[in-house]
């Protein structure tokens, strides 16, 4: 394809034992999706809510991306697609790997 666009999804960002931003309230008990990813290697972004926007192949709805071939990327990583540290007691035995997914990403393309 000569034209790609890529999504990375947002979802912000935990700070372990750092109270309203802890990684434990967020990854285990309230937003365990933003800090996993499903097993799923397909999503559909015009089944998504994305497909009123970005995700469209409409060009009256998405003038700019619709004829791209596009990538989407769930977010999983809960560090803004920066971090570089393993499971530790600093990082409260979470893994922060976002900087290595982004890398990995462009590396395949």
Avoid: M, Q, W
């Avoid at 570089?84 to 922060?96: G, L």
């Amino acid at each position: 394809a000569n034209k790609v666009v890529v999504y990375l999804r947002g979802g912000g960002f935990c700070v372990p034992r750092i109270p309203g931003f802890d990684c434990e309230t967020r990854c285990r008990e309230s937003d365990p999706h933003l800090c996993t990813t499903t097993e799923d290697p397909f999503f559909d972004l015009e089944d998504s809510p994305l497909a009123d926007n970005i995700g469209s192949l409409d060009p009256d709805i998405n003038p700019a991306f619709h004829d791209f071939f596009k990538i989407y990327v769930p977010y999983c990583s809960s560090d803004v697609y920066t971090g570089t540290r393993n499971a530790s007691i600093i990082t409260d035995y979470f893994t922060f790997h976002g900087k290595h997914i982004f890398k990995a990403l462009t590396e395949d393309l």
